[in-house]
């Protein structure tokens, strides 16, 4: 989903990009000079840092509008206007890429790629629903391990990107491929957890009977990220 900033005369304070009115917006400050002009041309956010960084944006006719192409990445808001332009904060919330496109209501356009190189991605969040966390007693032939997601699907293209990291009580360890969407349902005597019906899942090779296995998720995308622990159960 795209998000839409615009910008009204009359609003001289900040306006949030993420609680600005669709729709609002006033005269470019230079509505003499027909294209549009950013500054910089490219965004880009070193390892760690989460300050923001100002996009300035000059010419152009009629109001700005400004769609973030993933707004779980960055937020934008309106920091500065003038006669000659309107400068923007855009503030890094995780990593990845994404464009900010500007255009105004005469058609004119220019696109910001972003790129935001921070340990910290836009996690969706895991249960582990089969077998159901702190089971014993687990056939060692269970053969997939189930994780549910929540129901909104706001991280389901993510998903894929996670991979499962069972530690057993003997200290090995077994790490699965990606996870893998299904349509479900999972298997009988799964869990059933309330608004988490986006269920992935990963084969699992042969167990070892009377070990107990810690359930991890691992993300491939950002190997500095400590694995994430949603579950347990027991041979």
């Known amino acids: 989903m795209k998000l839409i900033l615009a910008l009204s005369i009359a609003m001289a304070p900040i306006i949030s990009a ?18 549009l002009a950013t500054q910089p041309q490219a965004l880009s956010f070193s390892t760690q840092t989460t300050q923001p960084s100002t996009l300035t944006v000059t010419g152009g006719t009629g109001t700005y509008r400004l769609a973030v192409s993933d707004t779980r990445l960055v937020d ?10 309107t400068t923007f904060a855009v503030t890094p919330i995780a990593g990845g890429t ?17 790129a935001i190189d921070i340990c910290l991605p836009p996690s969706p969040a895991f249960a582990q629903v089969y077998p159901s966390s702190t089971s014993s007693g687990v056939r060692t032939d269970v053969g997939a391990i189930w994780l549910a ?19 057993a009580s003997d200290n090995s360890i077994i790490e699965t491929g990606p996870l893998a969407l299904t349509n ?16 992935s899942t990963a084969s699992v090779p042969t ?23 949603v579950g347990s159960f027991s041979t």
């Open 18 to 35: 993420c609680g600005g009115t669709p729709g609002q917006g006033v005269a470019s400050p230079t509505a003499g000079i027909t294209s």
């Open 76 to 85: 934008v808001s309106t920091v500065a206007q003038s006669s000659l332009s």
């Open 98 to 114: 994404t464009t900010i496109a500007i255009s105004d209501t005469a058609s004119n356009s220019a696109t910001v790629p972003v």
């Open 149 to 167: 997601s929540p129901t909104n699907g706001a991280y389901e293209d993510t998903i894929t990107q996670y991979k499962i990291r069972l530690l």
């Open 184 to 199: 479900g349902p999972p298997p009988s005597g799964s869990a059933a957890i309330s608004g988490y019906t986006v269920y």
């Open 207 to 229: 167990l070892r009977a009377g070990l107990r296995y810690q359930v991890q998720i691992i993300s491939m995308s950002f190997p500095c990220l400590p694995p994430v622990v």
